[in-house]
């Protein structure tokens, strides 16, 4: 036995020629479905399910469990509506509130999630391959877990609070969520000279997830040619590495404060020659984007001396 959940479909649901007077219906694993819509503008529906999940371009089926959920997307005569809605889960908690989620694509991609009365969406950077939907009561409301697999291979998680409303607790897209007693582990591969992983701790505080900790891996430590140390540099100051910034220079450099030397920066500027030791470091004011050239001196694997060369 299967439970169908109807989407405020506006129209008349039949299941084997029987009409469905609420909001769910149980099915046999075979079954026939038609929709009748109010608005002639709409087209009917007509679909046989065989027991396994079937898409079809006027409605989408998403097997929940043993359960079908299903998502009524009429197609308009000159609307195409089968990529905008195509991953669908509900959560029913034993006597507490009900929650849907979708995943859309419409000008960007979307995960909304609702209530009868309630609505939020999250914007993700990427369609979603594969989502995980959890409920935790705690005092005080619900917490629900979004954990999303994105076609790009990365991972997003959201996290909300719900009592009489939604509240967004963390919204983060990342290379790797472990979930541990004492919080979140959140991994982030660095495309930088080093190959850098940077690993934060999150833990829930009661009304949001805070920063605990964050430190840098690096598992493919060798000794790099005296050109790549200036660059080793720059992203250990950028990604807030202090302790393999302090590794590339010589002794009389341990106690600078680069962030005095090279000032807010927004990252390195690789459109221009490339020149050996020299880099361009590329800034924003009121006035728009600008460089500063900085020339780095460099001995026996390490940064001995940094000179600003040009504005």
């Given at each position: 036995m299967a439970k169908l959940y109807f989407?405020?479909?506006?129209?008349?649901?039949?299941?084997?020629?029987?009409?469905?007077?609420?909001?769910?219906?149980?099915?046999?694993?075979?079954?026939?479905?038609?929709?009748?819509?109010?608005?002639?503008?709409?087209?009917p529906i007509i679909l046989a399910v065989d027991g396994k999940c079937k898409v079809r371009d006027d409605v989408i089926f998403i097997r929940h469990g043993k359960d079908y959920i299903v998502r009524f997307c009429p197609t308009k005569k000159s609307c195409d509506c089968q990529n905008q809605i195509y991953i669908q889960k509900v959560l029913e908690p034993q006597g507490a509130t009900a929650h849907c989620l979708t995943c859309h694509i419409e000008d960007?991609?979307?995960?909304?999630?609702?209530?009868?009365?309630?609505?939020?969406?999250?914007?993700?950077?990427?369609?979603?391959?594969?989502?995980?939907?959890?409920?935790?009561?705690?005092?005080?409301?619900?917490?629900?877990?979004?954990?999303?697999?994105?076609?790009?291979?990365?991972?997003?998680?959201?996290?909300?609070?719900?009592?009489?409303?939604?509240?967004?607790?963390l919204d983060i897209c990342c290379d790797e969520i472990i979930a541990e007693e004492d919080g979140l582990r959140v991994c982030d591969h660095l495309c930088d000279t080093l190959n850098r992983k940077c690993v934060r701790k999150l833990s829930f505080c009661g009304d949001c997830f805070a920063e605990q900790s964050r430190h840098f891996e690096n598992?493919?430590?060798?000794?790099?040619?005296?050109?790549?140390?200036?660059?080793?540099?720059?992203?250990?100051?950028?990604?807030?590495?202090?302790?393999?910034?302090?590794?590339?220079?010589?002794?009389?450099?341990?106690n600078c404060d680069l962030k005095d030397i090279f000032g807010d920066f927004i990252g390195i500027c690789d459109c221009l020659e490339y020149k050996p030791f020299e880099i361009p470091l590329l800034y924003s004011d009121c006035n728009g984007l600008y460089t500063k050239t900085f020339k780095f001196e460099v001995n026996l694997g390490k940064i001995q001396k940094i000179k600003l060369t040009q504005i």
């Open positions: 989407d405020n479909p506006q129209g008349i649901i039949l299941i084997d020629g029987v009409k469905c007077n609420d909001s769910i219906a149980f099915v046999d694993g075979n079954f026939c479905l038609q929709y009748a819509p109010y608005d002639d503008s709409y087209l960007d991609c979307k995960i909304s999630v609702e209530t009868q009365n309630e609505l939020i969406s999250l914007t993700t950077p990427c369609k979603v391959a594969d989502v995980k939907f959890s409920c935790i009561p705690i005092t005080g409301g619900q917490l629900l877990s979004i954990l999303a697999d994105l076609e790009n291979g990365k991972k997003y998680m959201g996290v909300l609070h719900y009592k009489d409303d939604y509240t967004l607790l598992h493919c430590r060798h000794y790099y040619i005296d050109e790549i140390l200036p660059y080793a540099l720059i992203e250990s100051v950028c990604y807030g590495d202090d302790e393999r910034a302090e590794d590339c220079l010589c002794s009389s450099l341990k």
